[in-house]
């Protein structure tokens, strides 16, 4: 797959069009246009959340706090939820 229009991305109700700086990049359902421009914001925030809560949670895997190792299985729960997430995206 190759890589997506670069955000950001905005939604024109009137037109019911995604649109990117590059120009249009097609229109969608009124109910689905707001998620849709939002989509590169929130790949970027998913991967960003990832570098983060994965090394926070090695952290907290190592810990010789049995409270702390309990919340590291939370946190990877969520990682593997939201890499399969990205990859989604990415087309993976």
Do not use: F, Q
Request: glycine share 6%; with cysteine; charged share 30%.
């Amino acid at each position: 797959m190759s890589a997506h229009t670069p955000g950001p991305w905005t939604y024109d109700l009137s037109t019911e069009e995604i649109v990117a700086a590059n120009g249009t990049i097609g229109r969608c359902e009124p109910a689905s246009g707001p998620l849709m421009a939002a989509a590169p914001d929130l790949l970027d925030a998913c991967k960003l959340a990832v570098d983060r809560l994965d090394s926070y949670a090695r952290n907290r895997r190592n810990s010789a706090d049995a409270k702390r190792r309990e919340s590291a299985d939370l946190i990877e729960r969520a990682l593997r939820s939201i890499a399969a997430a990205i990859a989604k995206a990415e087309g993976k």
